[in-house]
């Protein structure tokens, strides 16, 4: 399982590389690689999910350059929260020391210097010809480094803003049994919360404030003697993964590749699994 999950992984990767030349191929936005994800957000956590998931079974000498390539691919989906669940979860694994500080950090330099110089050759050659205009200036959005007036015109922040107000006046209307399942999905909005914790709260009420953290207290990795640490250390980072990316998905729960690695960090391999790289 772990290493179809790996070889899907990488698969995504390459695809949303292709569709830097082939832009919405598959994508539903313009500059953003989403592979056969369609969604390039649901795309950059999958890719995430699936790194971790995939990471105690990677051979200890390339889990540094498998990181760097998934990380890679979870960029061009300019996705932030996945970017940013992707940043919390390294930054977890470095501490556990399951990642090697200096060869990540070669590594990380000599992939930007070879990155530059591809996306250099490709403007170079008229490949990236879409990305003027309007399509320049979402992807400066996407990433942070656009002007004052470009993000005051960031219209998928301020639809989340006004989404995330509109479930919490629910709330606030019915806080203790809330307006029921579903609420939140047949609505007069076009979308639900993208946030799943003030979705429970609209929908169950207070008790929606625990069906979250219930499940994450759940699913984290205890200490045990038979649990290799490289399984243990990416099971927590997995946990943590699913309870960051809540914040900025209201699909949690119906996402397959969360169900899917909830289950499979719930089954504790034997230290002496075969499949377990080392």
Same mark, same amino acid.
């Given at each position: 399982t772990r290493r179809a999950i790996a070889a899907s992984t990488l698969l995504t990767v390459i695809i949303n590389v292709w569709e830097i030349t082939h832009p919405m191929t598959f994508s539903m936005a313009l500059g953003r690689s989403a592979s056969f994800y369609v969604?390039?957000?649901i795309a950059g956590a999958a890719l995430v999910s699936g790194m971790l998931l995939a990471f105690p079974i990677v051979p200890a000498r390339v889990r540094e350059l498998f990181v760097l390539v998934v990380g890679a691919g979870v960029f061009l989906t300019l996705s932030r929260g996945a970017l940013l669940c992707f940043g919390i979860?390294?930054?977890?694994?470095?501490c556990s020391r399951q990642l090697r500080v200096k060869r990540l950090s070669l590594l990380t330099g000599g992939g930007t210097l070879i990155i530059a110089s591809a996306m250099g050759a490709l403007m170079a050659s008229g490949e990236l010809?879409?990305?003027s205009g309007g399509a320049e200036r979402f992807v400066k959005q996407r990433l942070g480094i656009g002007?004052?007036?470009?993000?005051?015109? %960031?219209v998928s922040a301020s639809s989340r803003t006004q989404l995330a107000l509109h479930a919490l006046d629910l709330f606030g209307e019915r806080p203790l049994t809330g307006y029921g399942t579903g609420a939140t999905v047949e609505w007069n909005e076009p979308e639900s919360t993208h946030n799943i914790y003030v979705r429970h709260l609209a929908e169950y009420g207070v008790f929606g404030a625990m069906l979250m953290p219930a499940l994450l207290l759940v699913a984290w990795p205890r200490n045990s003697q038979r649990a290799p640490s490289v399984y243990r250390g990416s099971a927590q980072a997995f946990v943590t993964f699913v309870g960051l990316w809540g914040v900025f998905s209201h699909n949690v729960a119906d996402?397959?590749?969360v169900l899917i690695g909830l289950a499979l960090i719930a089954a504790?391999? %034997?230290r002496h699994d075969p499949e377990i790289a080392t």
């Open positions: 969604n390039p957000n979860v390294i930054v977890m694994m470095l010809n879409y990305l002007s004052r007036e470009e993000f005051s015109t %960031d996402d397959a590749f504790v391999p %034997d």
